[in-house]
Structure formats: C-alpha cells, structure tokens
Nanobody
Framework: QVRLVESGGGLVQAGGSLRLSCAASGSIFSIILMAWYRQAPGSQRELVARITSGGSTNYADSVKGRFTISRDNAANTVFLQMDNMKPADTAVYYC??????????????WGQGTQVTVSS
C-alpha cells in the first residue's frame, strides 16, 4: 500500500503564491511518475503538471510560466510551486504517483486532495 499525503493548500489573493507538497509512503521501491491534477466543481479533472523519475517536466498551457513542479526523490516527495495565481486556478488539487512497490508490483496512488482558492 502506498499513501500520498498532501499539504499546502489554502486561500490566497490573486497574484500571490502557494506551495503544495505531496509525500509518498509505504512499500515503495521506486516512483516513476509524479503529477498534480486539479478539479473545479462541475468540471473534469485535468493534468496540471507532471515530472518523471529523470526530472523531465510537462505543464498544462494554462499554468506554464507560473507553476513549477519538482521532486525530492530521497524523500519520495513532489512539490508544486504556484506563483502569480489567478482565480481560475481555484480547484481541488490532487497528487498522483505511479511506480513499483517492494516485491516488483506496480502501483498508482492518489492523494486525498487539497483545496486551493484564489480570490480576486
């Protein structure tokens, strides 16, 4: 079992910043991919950013230049630095991790989600 615990969500004014963290724990051998998704009420979940084990990153067009994803492999933790935030960034943000557990079995796990609200 792999558990993801998120932190850092909250309320911020437009133009402000938040930093989200997601720490994975459990029977982990390696984490191949980590990603952040978000979902606004009544909307589909969308990919915000992802990072591979080698450090390659990918961002949604709507957040390019404003958000930065990074990871601490030793701590099995992924971060999302969100700068110059906009009201449109308001959503529940979910962490996702995929990799290999101890014993060779693959896994895909989701965090519980953390609310991010940007006021104008």
């Amino acid at each position: 079992q792999v558990r993801l615990v998120e932190s850092g969500g909250g309320l911020v004014q437009a133009g402000g910043s938040l930093r989200l963290s997601c720490a994975a724990s459990g029977s982990i051998f390696s984490i191949i991919l980590m990603a952040w998704y978000r979902q606004a009420p009544g909307s589909q979940r969308e990919l915000v950013a992802r990072i591979t084990s080698g450090g390659s990153t990918n961002y949604a067009d709507s957040v390019k230049g404003r958000f930065t994803i990074s990871r601490d492999n030793a701590a099995n933790t992924v971060f999302l630095q969100m700068d110059n935030m906009k009201p449109a960034d308001t959503a529940v943000y979910y962490c996702h991790a995929a990799g290999t557990g101890i014993g060779g079995i693959g896994f895909g796990s989701w965090g519980q989600g953390t609310q991010v609200t940007v006021s104008s």
